[in-house]
């Protein structure tokens, strides 16, 4: 099939959403041009753990096993008490998930951890070394529009070299909370909600394994002192993310540290007991966008949607809407499927958000910081699901298993696709 509906999908934001589709559409041939308003790769500690419905898109994009050469699988997981760390619930997913039947064949559905900054080189590296992606830095859009014949962006270039105007055949917005394509199709309108609460990330090395016995993952139960304690390298390094008393300064929060630590974590170190590496603090957002996909121009990931980070649903959510994404642009290439299916993606990835990501991520957060720790077992159903986990491993599998459900099959609309079944 030489002629092509499209010939280039313009992508706006080089981070982990938009790198990740740039991959799968260009290991698919579909051309991809990818503007970015910084002048690299974003270095900050942001996500570094990848859930179970991450996984079939990593494979797809051919870097899982390279994700988990760099990187580590993270096998156990659970929640403690803040009053001595003791253990209330968890799992160990290595019993379980090990070798899972996705697509006719075994997968490894742990979670993959990998710092973002890293998983991001990866991916550049793929698209631009080995399929000829095109990336501009310096790039910041200021301005989307479309027609019958295609869509493009009015880009501000840096360095004071002026405007331009950027043109494809579909505009991808995978630009972040902040998108300037998501405000362009509506505003400031990005219904939803702000956690009146403060988090700040940090990548610190502590040995939270060898003196205290934690787990790969460990999340603190308080409703002022919630923190999360889960390793993202195989050498030590943990993300300590961690509550903090909101309307602060990013250098009062910083001087604040030391002791927050030390009245936190086991142990109660002095600063000469850890090496922190990173430091970010960050609010919280539940939020929506109304629609997805506005004729040529589309959303995924954090520009179209936000949650809390407690349980990674956030960036996992947003590698599952781009993966979906690709379905349909490649169905499109291939003649499989026509624009109609862009709309089915707007509105099953919406769906999935409220009805999955939404609720879960909220319930996550209230979880870790809830202002009764004592009795919280008793009244969480998830928790005592857990509880009986650890001695069934059939249900076990199957719980964990559960989070596949934010995923969704847009090839099952292709056309004739019953005939060839």
């Known amino acids: 099939m030489t002629d092509r509906p499209f010939s280039k999908v313009l992508i706006v934001g080089a981070g982990p959403s938009g790198l990740l589709l740039a991959l799968l559409l260009s290991k698919h041939g579909i051309p991809v041009h990818i503007l970015e308003a910084a002048p690299h790769l974003d270095q900050q500690p942001r996500a570094a753990h990848y859930g179970a419905p991450a996984i079939p898109e990593f494979i797809r994009a051919g870097i899982a096993e390279e994700i988990r050469a760099r990187g580590m699988l993270l096998d156990t997981m659970c929640w403690r008490s803040s009053v001595d760390h003791s253990y209330i619930a968890g799992f160990d997913a290595g019993k379980v998930l090990r070798d899972v039947d996705v697509d006719g064949q075994g ?6 951890c990998l710092a973002l900054q890293e998983l991001d080189q990866l991916m550049l590296g793929e698209v631009t070394g080995r399929y000829g992606g095109v990336v501009d830095w310096e790039h910041r859009v200021v301005g989307v529009g479309q027609d019958d014949g295609g869509a493009w962006c009015e880009v501000e270039v840096g360095g004071g070299r002026g405007r331009k105007v950027v043109r494809g055949d579909y505009v991808v917005g995978c630009d972040g909370a902040g998108s300037a394509v998501r405000r362009a199709l509506f505003g400031e309108e990005f219904p939803g ?64 540290q030391p002791w927050k630590f030390e009245t936190i974590l086991p142990g109660r170190p002095k600063p000469d007991a850890y090496k922190m590496i990173n430091f970010s603090p960050y609010r919280m957002h539940q939020r929506c966008a109304p629609k997805f996909r506005v004729g040529r121009v589309l959303l995924a990931a954090d520009a179209a949607h936000l949650c809390n980070p407690w349980g990674g649903l956030g960036i996992t959510g947003g590698f599952v809407d781009v993966g979906g994404l690709y379905d349909c642009l490649a169905g499109i290439w291939d003649g499989k499927a026509d624009e109609s299916i862009l709309e089915l993606y ?22 870790v910081s809830d202002k009764d720790p004592a009795t919280r077992f008793e009244r969480d159903e998830f928790m005592q699901l857990l509880k009986k986990g650890e001695t069934d491993e059939v249900f076990l599998k199957e719980l964990l298993m559960s989070p596949m459900e934010v995923r969704y099959d847009f090839t099952q609309h292709y056309k004739d696709v019953a005939k060839t079944e």
């Open 107 to 112: 997968t490894d559905l742990r979670t993959h």
């Open 193 to 256: 909600f702000t956690w009146d609460a403060q988090i700040v990330a940090t990548n610190t090395y502590y040995d939270f394994e060898g003196k205290f016995g934690w787990h790969d993952a460990n999340f603190i139960i308080h409703p002022e002192h919630f923190f999360m304690a889960a390793r993202i390298t195989r050498d030590g390094l943990y993300r300590i993310t961690y509550g903090e008393t909101p309307g602060l300064s990013r250098d009062e929060y910083l001087a604040r």
């Open 346 to 367: 707007s509105e099953k990835r919406i769906e999935k958000w409220k009805t999955i990501i939404n609720p879960i991520s909220q319930e996550n957060f209230r979880r």
